[in-house]
């Protein structure tokens, strides 16, 4: 018989979401506040080990595989941004979890939306980490244009090597990209189809992502944009997009993180989440800018045109 899988935390549990596996670690008090962790592509609910400690003093912590990764199933099905937040939202129904703040980072961050944008009384609070959640982001649209292409030869060449060598150059600034962090990332993604359906997602977030952005205005939640200045991967310019086109968000950034701040500054990014989500004013730090100070401080470097003061002032006042 094949070998069952086991997940990677001690709390890993398994169920079935429309026909697919679904790993999910599910942790915290079953009577606190729940929290849902969206990781992002590629990658899994490993990505979160760092900051579940902290979190689940204070709430239920759902931390699932995204259909297609991690340890959750992979099939020929829906892979548009819609199809992974169903699959998210198939797992909370079977949980009994009937509204919940969400936090994603990078295409988690899209899935969050697209919960909030379909399925508005679901979603709470959202926290979004240097989310993919525009139209004109640079990596979509190469994408798009590459992989009919040269699909047949990512499948050939994607590997540990390869996958290594681009998250030191774009994704991460602040975490060591060691063996043990490779044995705990690339584990998932040697299963079978893995890269297939990477690829399969990555072929449909260009039409995804434009529905996203186009319904950004419509997100009543409040919202907190997190922020690695030093992402090779999704600009900080994003970070500035999102708030203006969100009316209830405020920004905080972080100088020293590239793509994925909870991994990088973990202790950091669990505090400034779990005040957000408490509703508790945002410190004005040198490192931390809310949308009354973008409307008065210079944009950063990769800002080429800056906050819209209008726009920041509007947001800020909205989400107070």
Known sequence: MPRQPTGWHPESRFTTVGGVRCHYVDVGPRDAPPLVLVHGIAVSSWAWRFNLPRLTRDHRVIAPCQKGFG??????GDYSVGGLASFVLGLLDQLGVARADFCGNSLGGAVALWLAQHHPTRVRRLVLENAAALADQRPWHLLHT????????YRSLLGPTIFR??????AYKNLAV???YMAG???PLAAPRSIQTLLAVARRLPASLAEVDRLL???EQPTLIAWGMKDGVLPVRGAYALARRLPHSRVVLYPECGHCPHEEDPERFDAMMLRFL???PTPATADVTTADEAATSPPPDDT??????GAWSRTSKKSR
């Not at 060598?165 to 774009?170: D, E, I, K, R, T």
């Open 71 to 76: 340890w959750s199933g992979r099939d020929h």
């Open 278 to 280: 408490a509703d508790e």
């Open 304 to 309: 080429p045109h800056g906050p819209e003061r």
């Open 146 to 153: 590459q992989i009919p292409a040269l699909g047949p030869v």
């Open 178 to 180: 060691d063996s043990d």
């Open 165 to 170: 060598a681009g998250l030191m150059a774009l």
């Open 217 to 219: 205005p419509t997100v």
């Open 185 to 187: 990332f690339w584990t």
